[in-house]
């Protein structure tokens, strides 16, 4: 069994306003997972991601990342292991070019100019926007500033990747490329935790789901698992996609979870085929 | 930051405008008085309108905020003060060099006293008026009681209510800039300067575009057209009446008590 790259204990947190916004959190993650992490507004789930790379302190608990304890270190330490994307690029958008924003990091880390540019062409190349290097962050469009802010992750060589609702406020094409690129990512070897509302982008890209309810891990497990769980999902109002929900409604012609159009197509399709031909 | 909490008190009633005056009448006092022990009891008075107003708490941690500046103020009053009885040197006058440097004089020790606690003095009422008081009344009080234009009320309360929202977006980008690295590191006043960037530009753009979207808000919501009437209106009862009596009682005990040579300590050292 390989060791995991993400190792969450018991993790408490209260806000100083007396909010317990985590209920005792535990959970293993290992290299090369692509997991989504759901739930209500308020049910913790920005809260815990903060705790990955230091941006909150565990108020009693532990989390390991790559075996360090993330509580014995500094935010700018974390920082070459877990990159962090906000929601909004313009929150952290604030050099004259593209280059200059992604070299941001590697620069923090003292790296060589050689190293340095290395990087930057290397993270370019990895969201698709190398020839946009001399550009103004500022003139871009939103998914292209959103793409910046994921390069200017990148150019530090984090193993894992936490980005936050890669694609809120985007039309369905920029969502789509935007988590086409973050599978890009996943296969290239990062580990992947995102935030989302988005359930058919959910079932169609993540590998595994979690989902927090009130400051707890509700469910933990594969896609299909699940969004198998229509009763729960629904007590934490969440909807699985429409023919997830269909399916599901059938499930005495369709046992398994479909997380697809084109999967139920098939099951319908062979279904079909097997059915007794009547009526000759 | 302070932002309005709705709760059931005597303070909370009160009129805006009494607020105000209140404010007036304790910095006043803060002004005429120097003697430690009086400014002492000038915040104690506040605490306790605090209490009153069910904001005891939050007018505390406002308070205890403001010690550390206070404490600033203090150090550096008693150490730059010329003149005076001395107590001690920060350096004994037995070290070679240094020895009798930065002198700490029993007028210095006062001075210090006086100036930080008059500072709290001042500002000290700023929490228990705007956990009290809504913006909108505030407003309101200014244009229909002291006839101040619309426009400029409005932009005081409105600079008001955007700090708490331009402070949490200042926390959302310094841990978006600490996600990459960032870390302000040594005494280097240019490096100083520098880090800075990272978080001043990003909150320029972003306090520009909300304020654009809520001057848009403001207009499509028939800001600027004529002859405004207001919803609610504000009325002075019998609790403001014996609230102003009490503030011109006081401000007149304090003005006998000045004359009397109450309240004021020889801070020149002559």
């Known amino acids: 069994m390989m060791d995991a790259i993400v190792e969450v204990i018991d993790l408490h947190h209260r806000y ?6 985590l209920r005792g959190v535990s959970m293993e993650i290992y290299p090369g997972e692509f997991v989504a992490i759901i739930g209500q507004n308020g049910s913790g789930k920005t809260t815990f991601v903060k705790h990955l790379n230091g941006l909150l302190r565990a108020t ?14 500094k935010v700018s330490e974390m920082a070459r292991h877990v990159g962090y994307c906000f929601q909004n690029p313009d929150h952290q958008i604030f050099c004259e070019t593209v280059y200059d924003e992604v070299a941001y990091g590697p620069r923090n880390l003292k790296l060589t100019q050689a190293e340095i540019e290395a990087r930057v062409d290397e993270a370019l190349a990895a969201v ?12 871009l469009s939103k998914g292209q500033r959103q793409r910046v802010a994921v390069a200017s992750v990148l150019s530090m060589h984090p193993t894992v990747l936490i980005i936050d609702e890669p694609t809120t406020g985007q039309d369905y094409r920029d969502g789509l490329e935007m988590l086409n690129l973050i599978l890009q990512l996943n296969q290239s070897g990062h580990t992947i935790l995102f935030i989302s509302h988005d359930m058919p982008m959910v079932a169609r890209f993540a590998q595994r789901v979690i989902v927090f309810r009130e400051g707890e891990v509700l469910l933990d497990g594969s896609t299909r698992q699940v969004f198998k769980e229509v009763e729960k999902l629904r007590t934490t109002f969440l909807m699985p996609p429409q023919i997830t929900t269909l399916a599901h409604e059938f499930r ?9 159009v084109p999967e139920m197509l098939e099951k319908t399709l062979q279904l079909l085929d097997n059915a007794p031909v009547k009526g000759h | 930051m302070m932002e309005y909490i709705a709760r059931n008190s005597l303070i909370h009633r009160l009129h805006p405008l009494t607020k105000l005056a209140w404010a007036v009448t304790i910095m006043l006092l803060s002004l005429m008085f120097n003697n430690p022990w009086y400014l002492a009891v000038i915040i104690l008075s506040v605490v306790i309108v605090g209490f009153i107003g069910k ?14 500046v206070a404490a600033f103020v ?44 008059r500072m709290i003095g001042l ?51 310094s841990q978006a800039q600490r996600s990459r690295a960032y870390a302000v590191e040594g005494w280097n006043p240019v490096r100083k300067l520098q880090a800075f960037a990272p978080i001043a530009m990003p909150i320029v753009f972003i306090a520009i575009e909300k304020a654009d979207r809520l001057g848009l808000c403001m207009e499509l919501r028939g800001y600027g057209s004529k002859n405004r009437t207001y919803l609610r209106m504000l009325r002075l009862g019998y609790l403001d009446l ?29």
Do not use: C
Request: aromatic content about 12%.
């Open chain 1, 128 to 139: 698709g926007m190398l020839e946009l290097k001399e550009s103004h962050p500022r003139y």
């Open chain 2, 55 to 68: 904001v005891g708490k939050e007018t505390l941690v406002y308070l205890s905020a403001l010690t550390v």
């Open chain 2, 123 to 173: 500002v000290s009422v700023l929490p228990v008026i705007l956990t009290t008081t809504q913006p909108r009344d505030i407003v309101m009080a200014l244009v229909d009681t002291l006839h101040v234009p619309y426009d400029y009320a409005f932009m005081f309360t409105t600079a008001l209510r955007f700090m708490p929202i331009i402070l949490s977006e200042v926390n959302t980008i």
């Open chain 1, 252 to 260: 005495h012609l369709f046992p398994e979870t479909m997380l697809s």
């Open chain 1, 60 to 73: 009693s608990g532990v989390v390991r990342v790559n075996g360090l304890d993330v509580n014995r270190h």
């Open chain 2, 242 to 270: 014996a609230a102003f009596i009490l503030m011109v009682a006081m401000l007149v005990l304090s003005t006998i008590a000045i004359f009397q040579d109450y309240g004021r300590i020889d801070l020149i050292g002559s």
């Open chain 1, 16 to 21: 100083p306003t007396g909010t317990h916004a």
């Open chain 2, 74 to 117: 203090f150090v550096f009053q008693i150490l730059f003060r010329p003149g005076g009885r001395l107590l001690f040197t920060v350096f004994p006058a037995s070290w070679p060099v240094v020895g009798g440097w930065l002198p700490v004089t029993q007028e210095g020790l006062n001075y210090g006293f006086a100036m930080s606690l």
